[in-house]
């Protein structure tokens, strides 16, 4: 409920500004078609602006911040929600405005979307939606799947758009009355501000962590698990929460970028342990760091599971999504902790099982801890019978799924198909595009 709340919130504030513009408005702006066109036209400039402007400020990362949200990616989830209607409602903006003038002419309509005089304002916003269409293009896939570093550098024209939009509002002068357009445009523009210079400068001066590899395992073939020892004040966290972890080798690719791994150790181990499998560049060049390396650590981030948890529970991991999973099981091992936990690992062969014999051995050892291996060559896809067979009071259990996406689109079908409410379903993807 709570988190339902949160992202509302975002909503509201983004609609704030539409709301003021509807109560403020003059009763004949819905007098005929023209001027109900022309008002809405207006109401979408002033909704996306805002909506814009609040998926700007949702874009930083304040560790602990995205708890609220259920997490960073659930967070991040609302965030591009924010920014695909707000691109759309501006989208919208000058065709609407343009279709008010039709009645008087069809050149009356060009003028108003390509003005020949006197059009700096008009331009502007164009630059703007311009802007807008290029760094949200790989979020719609519309050129195909873009990497991970690209899609970052192309993000970063989203504050020239913020910015164009908001002097093309304030250049004409008519999105709310004075002072009303004032008050909240100067106020989500400076919180957007603030939060583009926490993003870009003073995250990397406050929250960054400073560790050496201490340690490295190679659990399978192109998968590491990093040992790393703090060089001065350790991170603190919680079983299955993730880090951005930026290397400093320059002779391996991805030098100084950073990239999202779920920390696969428990809060008091000697050794921050992330364990990452080779899926790009940079997480395969990872696979060759040597000892004695520094990286950066900054986080933790995300919300997969509660700091404090009683409910009968059901895991589901695929691939390197083990590590959440991993990282939470071997916490309540060391506690030895009262559980009641049932675990499907899905994954294509044996060979593929990260840590399974340690699982194995965290089962015999875990009063409650059950783990059962599904083997997609050897059982087939997971469906509702093998879910039921393996965990027969499903219905009283918090299911957990963490794997790649079509994984995760199947766990959580096959539950709710079973019956398990989606209240008691929770996710956790690295999908950032």
């Given at each position: 409920?709570r988190?339902?709340?949160?992202h509302s919130?975002?909503?509201i504030?983004?609609l704030?500004p539409?709301?003021?513009?509807?109560?403020?408005?003059?009763?004949d702006s819905?007098?005929?078609?023209?001027a109900?066109?022309?008002?809405?036209?207006?109401?979408?400039?002033i909704?996306?602006?805002?909506?814009?402007?609040v998926?700007?400020?949702?874009?930083?990362?304040v560790?602990g911040?995205?708890?609220?949200?259920?997490?960073?990616?659930?967070?991040?989830?609302?965030?591009?929600?924010?920014?695909?209607v707000?691109?759309?409602l501006?989208l919208?903006?000058p065709?609407l405005?343009?279709?008010?003038?039709?009645?008087?002419?069809?050149?009356?309509a060009v003028v108003?979307?390509?003005?020949?005089?006197?059009?700096?304002?008009t331009?502007?916003?164009?630059?703007?939606?311009?802007?807008?269409?290029?760094?949200l293009?790989p979020?719609?896939?519309?050129?195909?799947?873009s990497?991970?570093q690209r899609?970052?550098k192309?993000?970063?024209?989203?504050?020239?758009a913020?910015?164009?939009?908001?002097?093309?509002?304030l250049m004409?002068?008519?999105?709310l009355?004075?002072?009303?357009?004032?008050?909240i445009?100067?106020?989500?523009?400076?919180?957007?501000g603030?939060?583009?210079?926490?993003?870009?400068?003073?995250k990397?001066?406050?929250?960054?962590?400073r560790?050496?590899?201490e340690?490295?395992?190679h659990?399978?073939?192109?998968?590491?698990?990093?040992?790393?020892h703090a060089?001065?004040?350790?991170l603190?966290?919680?079983?299955?929460?993730?880090?951005?972890?930026?290397?400093?080798?320059?002779?391996?690719?991805?030098?100084?970028?950073?990239?999202?791994y779920?920390?696969?150790?428990?809060?008091?181990?000697?050794?921050?342990?992330?364990?990452?499998?080779?899926?790009?560049?940079?997480?395969?060049?990872?696979?060759?760091i040597p000892?004695?390396?520094?990286?950066s650590?900054n986080?933790?981030?995300?919300?997969?599971?509660?700091?404090?948890?009683?409910?009968?529970?059901?895991?589901i991991?695929g691939g390197?999504?083990?590590?959440p999973?991993?990282?939470?099981?071997?916490?309540?091992?060391?506690?030895?902790?009262?559980?009641?936990?049932?675990?499907?690992?899905?994954?294509?062969?044996?060979?593929?099982a990260?840590?399974?014999?340690?699982?194995?051995?965290i089962?015999?050892?875990?009063?409650?801890?059950?783990?059962?291996?599904?083997?997609?060559?050897?059982?087939?896809?997971?469906?509702?019978?093998?879910?039921?067979?393996?965990?027969?009071?499903?219905?009283d259990?918090?299911?957990?799924?963490c794997?790649?996406?079509p994984?995760i689109q199947?766990?959580?079908?096959?539950?709710?198909?079973?019956?398990?409410?989606?209240?008691?379903?929770?996710?956790?993807?690295?999908d950032?595009l």
């Amino acid at each position: 409920m709570r988190q339902i709340f949160a992202h509302s919130i975002l909503w509201i504030i983004g609609l704030l500004p539409t709301l003021v513009a509807l109560c403020l408005m003059p009763f004949d702006s819905f007098g005929d078609v023209a001027a109900v066109l022309n008002t809405l036209g207006r109401l979408a400039g002033i909704a996306g602006l805002g909506l814009f402007l609040v998926a700007a400020i949702t874009s930083f990362r304040v560790v602990g911040f995205d708890t609220w949200f259920g997490g960073l990616t659930k967070l991040w989830k609302t965030h591009h929600l924010l920014g695909a209607v707000a691109f759309l409602l501006l989208l919208a903006h000058p065709l609407l405005l343009a279709l008010a003038n039709v009645r008087i002419s069809l050149d009356s309509a060009v003028v108003v979307l390509l003005p020949k005089e006197n059009g700096t304002a008009t331009w502007v916003g164009w630059g703007s939606l311009l802007s807008m269409m290029i760094f949200l293009a790989p979020s719609f896939a519309f050129f195909g799947r873009s990497g991970y570093q690209r899609w970052k550098k192309l993000h970063r024209l989203s504050g020239l758009a913020a910015l164009l939009a908001v002097i093309h509002t304030l250049m004409l002068e008519r999105a709310l009355p004075y002072p009303w357009g004032e008050i909240i445009w100067l106020v989500l523009i400076t919180v957007a501000g603030i939060s583009l210079v926490y993003s870009l400068v003073l995250k990397r001066c406050s929250g960054e962590y400073r560790y050496t590899v201490e340690n490295i395992d190679h659990p399978a073939n192109n998968v590491v698990e990093l040992g790393l020892h703090a060089e001065g004040k350790s991170l603190s966290y919680q079983p299955g929460q993730f880090v951005y972890l930026t290397h400093h080798e320059k002779e391996l690719a991805g030098c100084g970028e950073e990239h999202p791994y779920t920390l696969s150790s428990v809060p008091d181990d000697p050794l921050t342990r992330i364990t990452i499998k080779a899926l790009g560049d940079t997480s395969f060049a990872v696979q060759q760091i040597p000892v004695g390396s520094r990286v950066s650590l900054n986080g933790p981030y995300g919300a997969f599971f509660p700091q404090h948890n009683h409910d009968k529970e059901l895991w589901i991991a695929g691939g390197i999504g083990i590590t959440p999973f991993l990282g939470r099981a071997r916490y309540l091992a060391n506690c030895q902790a009262q559980v009641d936990i049932d675990m499907i690992y899905c994954v294509q062969d044996e060979a593929r099982a990260l840590f399974a014999d340690e699982l194995g051995g965290i089962e015999k050892t875990l009063d409650g801890f059950s783990l059962t291996l599904h083997y997609f060559y050897q059982h087939g896809p997971l469906d509702t019978d093998s879910l039921r067979y393996h965990c027969p009071d499903i219905l009283d259990r918090k299911v957990y799924i963490c794997g790649p996406l079509p994984l995760i689109q199947l766990a959580v079908r096959l539950a709710l198909a079973g019956g398990v409410p989606r209240k008691n379903l929770y996710t956790e993807e690295f999908d950032l595009l």
